[in-house]
């Protein structure tokens, strides 16, 4: 009988999980809604499948305001569990499907075997019996909703108005700042065009970009005044991937 762990913040979505699991012969489930929580069921049981919500805290607690380490906790958990058990099928489950490139690096890390991504949102039954019957067997499942572009579909469309040296641009320096979140990162590098126009290109309102915005600055430039200026972004990225030119268009 396969042991369970089903690791999510919320109750509500843990029970649907367990109720799902439950119908189709799984019973035997360990509840946990953090990472803590998570990795110290792992360490006295003997699991058989781990499902982690990607995006957990890092101890059980009501969370407010989410800390940017604890965005995507789920994939240091799955790291974690597969030192703990080399064969546990794991099940990395989020709301967003864009963190295919975060999952494949987390695949070229520990290994693609007993290893999934779903996605909350188009996820049926059926299709997570399918994943757990695969993973189970050593095989790799993937949503075919998850996206593997570093961009939104937003910042996809924003990109092809772009002349072509900026492009090159954008998409060269996109991972300089890995503390940034993938919001964060697109205001940064659209951050050249007004902020009317970057909100709308970008799918947010002018509040949430000014929040972005504020986020950013207390991130990169935590001396310096808002807002933070072009040749500041454009100094920052050369100083941390040691580029010798930027477009002159930029």
Not at 15 to 32: C, N, P, R, S, V
Request: with cysteine; glycine share 4%.
């Amino acid at each position: 009988m396969a042991n369970i762990l089903l690791v999510d913040d919320h109750p509500s979505a843990r029970k649907a999980l367990a109720d799902w699991l439950a119908e189709h012969g799984y019973h035997t489930i360990f509840h946990a809604d953090s990472y803590q929580a998570g990795l110290n069921v792992a360490q006295t049981h003997s699991l058989t499948i781990a499902i982690i919500d990607i995006k957990i805290p890092l101890k059980t607690e009501r969370v407010i305001h989410w800390r940017d380490e604890e965005r995507y906790l789920g994939f240091n958990l799955a790291r974690e569990l597969r030192q703990l058990s080399p064969n546990l099928a794991i099940v990395l489950i989020s709301s967003n499907c864009q963190l295919g490139r975060e999952f494949k690096n987390l695949a070229l890390e520990i290994g693609s075997h007993h290893l999934a991504y779903l996605v909350k949102a188009t996820t049926e039954v059926e299709e997570l019996i399918t994943c757990l019957t695969k993973i189970l067997a050593g095989e790799v499942y993937i949503s075919q909703e998850v996206t593997w572009s570093q961009f939104s579909p937003q910042a996809e469309s924003f990109l092809e108005k772009m002349g072509e040296k900026e492009r090159e641009w954008v998409i060269k320096v996109y991972d300089t700042f890995p503390d940034l979140t993938t919001r964060q990162r697109e205001v940064v590098h659209f951050y050249t065009h007004p902020r009317k126009v970057l909100a709308s290109n970008l799918g947010i309102s002018i509040k949430r970009l000014e929040t972005l915005i504020t986020e950013i600055n207390q991130r990169l430039f935590p001396e310096e005044p808002l807002p933070f200026s072009k040749d500041q972004i454009v100094l920052k990225a050369l100083m941390l991937r040691q580029l010798t030119q930027s477009p002159a268009d930029i």
